[in-house]
């Protein structure tokens, strides 16, 4: 499905933080959300989300203005993993991932084959099987977030948002949740901290500062040293990794 946003301006009091963003997602594509601390990249993707209304401007998610979809038609489609959520604490991790299933579920409608294999395949996706019994309370920080993607997918989302998915995951399993996420057949908007990660996997990046869109194209064409140094205020040297042709960011301290 695809996700266009038109002209999005949201603010605070006086204070404006998302300032005319315009941006077209493809069906099947990856974008990556980059920028600065507070540059508007969790409000922006509350914004496309439909979590929160626009002063002014629209997003559209598979040709429907997302304001006039109920909210409950909305989550059929579209799934949020935000940063560090909160859960319930009583409950176990298959509890945690079964709540996905909820927009898909009536009230009368009983426990699906297809809502145990969407929680199945989910738990399987992010390595958490074997944990699916223990309490959400005793997890430590990156199976958390594990747990909290996989109650995204068990959603069979067709547009997935994830805010700093990668927060608090090993190596390991921030490449391979990014691997997941851009090899389903979904669309995805994926707010990441990590440049490095964000040139691998995304098939285009928007570049935010100060809430708007400072530049937007492939990791080739955005992740440049300039960039680096005037939106990241760092100094850095970009090459082509040898296996990928995609842009490799080594940063200098001085
Ligand atoms: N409800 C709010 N009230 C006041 N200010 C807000 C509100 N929500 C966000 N902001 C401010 O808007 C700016 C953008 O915040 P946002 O969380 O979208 O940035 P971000 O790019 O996701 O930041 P980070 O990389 O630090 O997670 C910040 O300066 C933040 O303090």
Redesign the pocket.
């Known amino acids: 499905m695809s996700v266009i946003a038109e002209n999005l301006h949201w603010g605070?009091?006086r204070?404006t933080?998302?300032s005319g963003v315009s941006l077209t997602v493809a069906p099947g594509e990856t974008l990556g959300l980059i920028?600065?601390?507070?540059?508007?990249?969790?409000?922006?993707?509350?914004l496309l989300a439909g979590l929160r209304t626009p002063v002014s401007g629209r997003v559209e998610i598979n040709g429907q203005d997302i304001a006039r979809v109920g909210r409950k038609a909305l989550s059929r489609q579209i799934a949020f993993v935000q940063?560090s959520a909160a859960t319930d604490t009583n409950v176990t991790v298959r509890d945690v991932v079964r709540l996905g299933r909820t927009p898909h579920r009536s009230a009368l409608a009983g426990w699906s084959a297809a809502d145990e294999a969407a929680v199945a395949n989910a738990l399987d996706l992010v390595d958490m099987v074997e944990r699916r019994s223990q309490p959400w309370q005793t997890l430590s920080g990156g199976e958390r977030q594990r747990v909290h993607i996989a109650r995204a997918l068990a959603q069979t989302p067709n547009v997935m948002f994830l805010?700093?998915p990668t927060n608090h995951l090993d190596i390991h399993h921030q490449i391979e949740i990014l691997r997941i996420v851009r090899d389903l057949d979904l669309t995805s908007i994926v707010?990441l901290?990590d440049l490095n990660l964000a040139a691998m996997f995304c098939d285009r990046i928007v570049v935010?500062e100060a809430?708007a869109v400072r530049a937007c194209g492939t990791p080739d064409a955005v992740l440049t040293r300039d960039l680096c140094r005037e939106v990241f205020r760092v100094a850095a040297d970009v090459s082509g990794a040898p296996d990928t042709g995609r842009p490799h960011i080594r940063f200098r301290a001085e």
């Open positions: 605070v009091k204070k933080i998302v920028g600065p601390n507070g540059s508007g990249k969790s409000s922006l993707l509350r940063q805010d700093e707010a901290h935010l809430g």
